[in-house]
Nanobody, 126 residues
């Protein structure tokens, strides 16, 4: 089963930073756009950011624009999410998943994506 592995979560104070990683093992991510999603307790999963295959196109949810930056390293077969100026409301489990396309479709349907991992917990708390 092709699965992505998220890492880099943790406990951070408001205003702090974290960098999440989304790694693929045994297969290449270099032909797919990749998205980051998050799910807070009691809430539905939401899209956070997405990056195209080339890395030249990136999209962000309004709630994270200007604070989060998505990037990818094709040599490392990894996609990153740099999160700065973290807020209490950023607390969630963060997931990454691959598009079946080279560009970000904006789909909110989970089954549209593949490779869902176990997620990594991000907790922002003072």
């Amino acid at each position: 089963q092709l699965q992505l592995v998220e890492s880099g979560g943790g406990l951070v104070q408001p205003g702090g930073s974290l960098r999440l990683s989304c790694a693929a093992s045994g297969f290449s991510l270099n032909f797919n756009a990749v998205g980051w999603f998050r799910q807070a307790p009691g809430k539905e999963r939401e899209g956070v950011s997405c990056i195209s295959t080339s890395g030249r196109s990136a999209e962000y949810a309004d709630s994270v624009k200007g604070r989060f930056t998505i990037s990818r390293d094709k040599d490392k077969n990894t996609v990153y999410l740099q999160m700065n100026s973290l807020k209490l409301e950023d607390t969630a489990v963060y997931f990454c998943a691959a598009e079946p396309l080279s560009f970000c479709s904006g789909s909110s349907v989970s089954n549209h994506y593949w490779g869902w991992g176990q997620g990594t917990q991000v907790t922002v708390s003072s």
